[in-house]
């Protein structure tokens, strides 16, 4: 096998993505080019890259001829797709490789057949995966005699979808008509096809995936399990790993299943089987993205490896970079949003006026944005993804709790409150949650937390604190503890007791 050295990548995305991809390439010595918009002429991936070049069409990150053609103009070796748009676009992969640009990520017969959710489940039923039972839904009657074969509560689901859109809960024969209508709208408007699928609902089930990673050369290994059972309308809001509920046991028969699936296609790169594990230790595949996860920080952090990284050398036609893997520790990802909780979870575009990320040993802050960047309501409104590592939980938790109340974005509102109330939930310390856990405690979430005297006086001193840091830095302010000498957190102490 001829083996390219890659010289200089496109990075066909934007946003917090983007700017990693980034970093991995410039260690590798790689050149990074960007591509953007003009809305995203100054956006943070854009300045960041080594070159970053203008999309002219209205589709933008979506174009996939003008991404060629881009790539082909800057005389770029690859492309790396990240995640969303075109990275799990079979015909996207297979046109670059007919340019003459590598596609850093799985052949496109892998992503075309996991693709389809229906030829996907097929496929791993037939290498030995445990599925969900399901089937077809393409008319009500159709439909109707899926969900009553496989009982009540089912999912309709989009056969075409991904990332949580396409998908409806249904609790009765009653509720199907109008549900399978409206899923087979949003599938139309998400994917370009209507069509969709039903599942049997496994209730008070964890969400549990196993990351894969294959090379050309016939070796695939998994890189452990990541819980992403914390989430809003299937969308994931806090991973973390390893999972609380799951034993050695299981992991070992999750882990097995998943490098037999990827193995059974054909599979290369990274990529991640999805699982649902019940409470009876029992699971059942979902699906497999083929493409690099958003919550893939915490695999790095807990085996210490750089998926970026390993994804080019397989690219590059090399053998996976490590001879074994072990994990180590703790870890733990909040996602980030310029959402308002209080409102529904609205987005919330506008300019940030301030950006202090959280720091100090072992946080990460993978983020897309700058203080001065404005937030457009034209894509996703995650901003950045805050991930901590510890040597166990309960560190990693206290970690986490700390960074989040670090973080200081200014000038529109985010979740970094809703994220701190989650992660001091009682039962998620404990560790006792499952994907409907935001739902069953929505209205504690949602509130803020009563304060007791001892609270508020360490509110009031942080809120000192704070206000004595910006004002120092314009350098105009608190002259009364200047003249005083003494420090805000005195002064917030003898003002709460007044």
Known sequence: ?????????????????????????????????????????????????????PLASPRGYLDADELIAVARRAICDALHPGYGFLSENAEFAAACGTAGITFIGPPPSAIAEMGS???????????GVPIVPGGDARTLFEASTTAASVGYPVLIKATNGGGGKGMRLVHSEAELGRALELTQGEAKNAFGSDAVYIEKAITDARHVEI?????QHGRIVHLFERDCSIQRRHQKVIEETPCPALTPEILQRMGEVAVRGAAAI???????????????????????NTRLQVEHPITELITGLDLVAEMVRVAEGQPLGFDSVARRGHAIEARIYAEDPESGFLPSPGRI??????????????????????????????????????EDRPRALARMQRALGEYVVGGIRTNLAFLSRVIAHPEFARGAYDIGFLTAHASELLEEPACDSEDRLLLAAAAAVAAHERSAIRRDAMPSAAASGLSPWVLAQRSALK
């Not at 990351?211 to 090379?215: A, I, T, W, Y």
């Not at 599979?267 to 699906?287: H, I, K, M, N, R």
């Not at 404005?374 to 950045?384: G, H, I, K, N, Q």
């Open 353 to 390: 006026s301030e950006l202090r990320p959280a720091s100090g040993p072992f946080v990460r802050d993978d983020s897309g944005v700058y203080a001065g960047a404005r937030v457009s309501e034209s894509y996703d409104p995650l901003l950045a993804k805050l991930v901590v590592w510890a």
């Open 117 to 127: 959710k229906q030829r996907a489940r097929a496929a791993m039923a037939k290498a």
């Open 211 to 215: 990351q894969v990673l294959g090379d």
């Open 266 to 288: 054909g599979y290369f790169s990274a990529g991640t089987f999805e699982f649902l594990l019940a409470p009876d230790g029992s699971f059942y595949f979902l699906e497999m």
């Open 1 to 53: 096998m001829l083996r390219l050295v890659m010289k200089r990548v496109l990075i066909a995305n934007r946003g917090e993505i983007a700017v990693r991809i980034a970093r991995s390439l410039r260690e590798l010595g790689i050149e990074a080019v960007a591509v953007h918009t003009e809305e995203d002429r100054l956006a943070l991936h854009a300045r960041s890259a080594d070159l970053s070049l």
